[in-house]
């Protein structure tokens, strides 16, 4: 199931509300006779989820910031992006830079709790923090950047024992933008380059004096984005990591991925500025090329990005739905089924909140604008709470926890 456009995607959306309203007695029988839900939230994934940008309980190499820091606009150095960059797998995945880091442990940090050093920014925190105090759930966030689906996957994955903790409770993950991410990233750096096996499809080059470059169709990125996801197995890792929940009793929310345009996506402008830092960059709206020296339908930057994105997000669409149609047949009746939901951000907002737009970029530009910034995990906070409202009861304006 791959193509799937935001229509599509808001559609599943209004069509899972009715199907919760109408299986609401279903869900409350069938718990009320199972072992009851608890009212712990643990967010797990990836760097979205993570808070990367935002420091945590640091311990790792030329990482010196305190919880709420963001790291520096620098490309080397003590709190940089190279510092803070997480290692790929089979390496141990430390967490450097994020919000919810406790030490390369997020699991072993008890949940939220107001205080001098408590964090403040991931979207998990905010929602923590903006509870009422008089009927709070107990909220932790145990995501780790650089972390893909296969690192969550109960069949072997890293992180497979903390998932196989998360019992009888409501559990709020991103998964499913690494690697497939890096397959675009194109970054040139005096000595260092940094291309993925996607880049080629974003544009290519004829000539020399000067080169006259063109775009690749929007269909080739998403082809080539295609590919990765099957080469990689991601929509069996992220099935068997839902599958996993509900056997698990647990009630999920599966949060897909906001809009947005990193200026190192693609071809479009490799060549890292060593003044400024991964901040600087061009409004991918304003880069265009023209398909072919005999096409000159112009594609731009953005729109490539766009396309990978939502194609991405129908990817995760896809896993969900053939777990809840897996459900169905596993468990009797629709709860069970009902006790995974899809949730994405407003894309009209996200894109009306990019950098170089001038109403205040919600995503992190440190790290070429790639994560959100604080503003950014507003929106995920509001998105998450709708979502857990709209299907669980929970977390209802104002920001309340029903019993």
Request: with cysteine; net charge neutral.
């Amino acid at each position: 199931m791959t193509g799937l456009t935001t229509r599509d995607i808001v559609a599943y959306q209004m069509r899972n509300a009715c199907i919760t309203a109408i299986v609401a007695v279903l869900c409350l029988t069938a718990t009320a006779t199972a072992t009851a839900f608890s009212n712990s939230v643990t967010f797990i994934g990836d760097s979205v989820t993570a808070g990367f940008g935002f420091c945590g309980s640091e311990n790792a190499k030329e990482v010196n910031c305190r919880p709420n820091q963001e790291f520096a606009n620098d490309w080397t150095g003590e709190n940089s992006l190279e510092a803070c960059a997480p290692d790929a797998a089979p390496k141990p995945l430390i967490d450097a830079c994020s919000n919810d880091n406790f030490y390369g442990k997020p699991w072993k940090q008890p949940p939220w709790a107001p205080g001098p050093n408590a964090p403040l920014i991931a979207y998990p925190f905010q929602l923590a923090a903006g509870q009422s105090p008089d009927a709070p759930a107990s909220v932790s966030d145990w995501a780790v950047t650089g972390s893909t689906p296969a690192d969550w996957d109960p069949k072997g994955g890293t992180f497979a024992g903390q998932l196989g903790e998360l019992k009888n409770q409501y559990v709020v993950l991103t998964l499913g933008a690494n690697p497939i991410l890096s397959d675009f990233t194109d970054i040139n750096f005096i000595v260092k380059k940094i291309s993925g096996p996607c880049v080629s499809s974003t544009g290519y080059s004829e000539g020399w004096f000067p080169p006259k470059w063109y775009a690749g169709p929007l269909s080739k990125q998403v082809e080539c984005m295609n590919n990765e996801w099957v080469r990689l197995n991601q929509t069996e890792h992220l099935i068997r990591i839902y599958q996993a929940l509900l056997a698990q009793g647990d009630r999920v929310v599966v949060l897909g991925y906001y809009r947005g345009c990193n200026w190192s996506f693609g071809n479009w402008q490799p060549t890292a500025n060593p003044i400024y830092g991964p901040a600087d960059g061009y409004d991918c709206k304003t880069l265009k090329r023209p398909i072919s020296s005999t096409n000159p339908t112009e594609v731009s930057q953005w729109q490539q990005a766009v396309a990978v994105s939502i194609a991405v997000n129908g990817q995760i669409l896809a896993a969900v739905e053939k777990t809840r149609a897996a459900a169905r047949k596993r468990w009797p009746g629709m709860a069970r089924a009902a006790n995974i939901v899809f949730a994405q951000p407003d894309p009209t907002l996200w894109e009306a909140h990019q950098p170089k737009g001038g109403n205040g970029s919600w995503l992190f530009l440190n790290d070429t604008w790639i994560h959100p910034s604080k503003a950014g995990h507003a929106n995920l906070a509001q998105t998450v709470a709708k979502a857990m409202c709209t299907s669980f009861g929970h977390w209802c304006e104002p920001p309340e926890w029903k019993w």
